[in-house]
């Protein structure tokens, strides 16, 4: 069966600090592969997604990167985290019929 | 632009009573929709699907109900339990992204 791992699970950064968060996937080859992020109270936001090594789209202007350096590995990163950065992430892959499956999450705090 | 949204942020139901949250989207040339339960702390877990050439499908206890003349999905849930309280999204699938709304929560007292 397909597992999708992210880590770590909670993290509190200070403002100017880099950032990254790692998320694998296990029992599936070439997944789609998603980043999410949830603001308090708000809907989740679509960050980045890959379809495959090195290829990367970025839905949104902002202080985050993603990379794909193997096939079932994603990865968000920042080189000076802002305050608004804070919030839950999530790491997903897509199965079939288009629905995506997601990580239990990263809370990233910035203080 | 084109969205997908819930109409309620907040449900309250009674435990045994039978749950009903709504979502709304506006891209008539969507064809796929997911609804997710999040818990509190967690990530979003899928529960039910449908695409458009159906109006119902039904789950263990749920049901969703998609309705293409007015552009409105529904998902119900059959004697709700306290388990069940959670934030539902509803999602448009479009392309290789999958639109979410902004989440109803939902709870369930005794």
């Known amino acids: 069966s397909q597992t999708i791992h992210q880590w770590p699970a909670t993290l509190v950064q200070p403002v100017g600090s880099p950032l990254s968060l790692e998320c694998t996937v296990e029992?599936?080859?070439?997944?789609?592969l998603y980043w999410y992020r949830q603001a308090a109270g708000r809907g989740l936001q679509l960050l980045f997604y890959s379809v495959g090594i090195g290829q990367i789209s970025s839905e949104v202007p902002q202080n985050l990167s993603a990379s794909r350096p193997q096939d079932r590995q994603f990865i968000l990163s920042s080189k000076k985290l802002l305050l608004s950065d804070s919030g839950f992430y999530l790491c997903?892959?897509?199965?079939?019929?288009?629905?995506?499956?997601f990580g239990e999450g990263s809370w990233l705090t910035v203080v | 632009g084109e969205s997908v949204g819930l109409h309620l942020p907040t449900l309250s139901v009674q435990e045994g009573d039978n749950s009903i949250i709504n979502c709304a989207y506006s891209?008539?040339?969507?064809?796929?929709f997911i609804w997710y339960k999040q818990e509190s702390g967690k990530g979003p877990q899928f529960i039910i699907d449908i695409r458009s050439n159906m109006d119902k499908r039904q789950g263990q206890r749920v049901t969703v109900l998609l309705n293409k003349t007015v552009k409105h999905l529904s998902l119900q849930i059959a004697a709700t339990q306290p388990g069940d309280s959670a934030v539902y999204f509803c999602a448009e699938a479009r392309t290789d992204k999958l639109i979410f709304g902004t989440g109803t929560r939902l709870q369930v007292f005794p």
């Open positions: 029992g599936t080859s070439n997944p789609n």
């Open positions: 891209n008539s040339a969507s064809d796929y």
């Open positions: 997903a892959w897509e199965g079939t019929g288009n629905t995506i499956y």
